[in-house]
Structures are given as C-alpha cells and as structure tokens.
C-alpha cells in the first residue's frame, strides 16, 4: 500500500492540512496518510507551540472521520528534535512504498537535511506547490535533486492558504474560528484554554 508521512508542527491542526492530505490521497492514490506532529520543531520559536501532547490529540480529533488518515506520535515519543530521516528509517521497515509530503519552501531546502540522501533513497517526495511560479522552481530544482537518485511528484492541487499563525491570533483575540478548525479541536482549544 503506498504510504505517505505528513510532518509539521500542527500548532493547531487546520482544515486546509485535511484538504491537502485528501486531495493527496485521491492524486496520487495512496492507501494512508500519516500526520506526524513534531515534538519540538528545529526553526521555529518552542515557547509559542502548544504542548505536545495536545497538538497530538487536536490531531487525532481532525482525522478520526477520514479512514486514510492517521495520527502518529513517533517523534512525540521520541522526544527533543526529530531528524525526518530517523522517521523514515522506522517506517520504511513497515511500509515498503514510503512517500513524504512536503511544501515547496520545504522541497527547495531538501539537499541540507540530515542525511538527505537516504531520505531519496528510501521515499518519494511529494511536492505542494502555492502558486505557477513555485511549480516551475520546483521542477528546476528536482532536475538538480535527480543526480542524488531522488524521486518527487508535483501536485497540480495548491497549497491552501490557511495560516497556523492567523489562527493562533484570531484565538488570543476572542474572534471566531470555525471557517478553518474542525469542531472538535476548536472545543478541545477551549476546554484546555490553548493559545490565550
């Protein structure tokens, strides 16, 4: 069954991650998705990240009525900083058509990651493009990626352009939230009073 693995922070979990995960499934046909929230995330700013724990279970809330999705706690479990690498190396034993979801930004940087080529080696990239003008960087640089034997998809689906951020501050400012949160994570940030 081809696999794929969706890394992020999901600080919180939105609806476009959904629509861009099942709009993947339904493209590339693939059998699973599998959001992986980071425990903490390499570039980015940890005291502004909720809990690890609750992105988890806000997760698992926005993918309980998709069957290809799923939620992962590997890196949570693994606990400090996660090399993608590492995580491929325990799923790849488990699934033998191992794909990796990525942004443009992400795709662009993809060369100075820990042990890059082995992330080549043993998944297929797929590729979000935001725009035409990404879609374009991306195939350039997939031509310089080719020569470490990578293999990558480019979606013809764009990038939603809900942001994490805007979401966090529309909380911390008491406005609503419901056109880019499943239900029940907007309760679960209540009830635990994330994001204040």
Not at 97 to 114: E, K, P, Y
Request: charged residues 30%; positive net charge; aromatic residues 12%.
């Amino acid at each position: 069954m081809k696999t794929a693995i969706l890394g992020g922070s999901f600080n919180p979990v939105h609806l476009d991650h959904i629509k861009l995960a099942l709009s993947c499934v339904e493209e590339f046909k693939l059998g699973k998705i599998i959001f992986i929230p980071t425990y903490k995330t390499p570039l980015k700013n940890n005291s502004e990240i909720a809990n690890a724990d609750d992105r988890l279970n806000m997760c698992k809330l926005a993918v309980k009525d998709f069957k290809t999705l799923e939620v992962s706690d590997i890196e949570i479990k693994r606990k400090g900083f996660s090399y993608t690498s590492d995580t491929i190396k325990a799923f790849v034993k488990e699934y033998n058509n191992l794909h990796i979801i990525v942004g443009a930004d992400m795709f662009m940087t993809l060369d100075q990651w820990h042990e890059f080529e082995y992330i080549f080696k043993n998944a297929t990239i797929i590729a979000y493009p935001r725009n035409d003008f990404d879609c374009e960087k991306l195939k350039i640089k997939y031509d310089e990626y080719k020569k470490y034997g990578c293999k990558a998809l480019v979606s013809k689906h764009r990038v939603g352009d809900i942001s994490s951020t805007l979401i966090r501050q529309k909380i911390k400012n008491g406005q609503d939230v419901s056109a880019f949160l499943d239900e029940d994570v907007i309760k679960y940030i209540k009830e635990h009073n994330l994001y204040r």
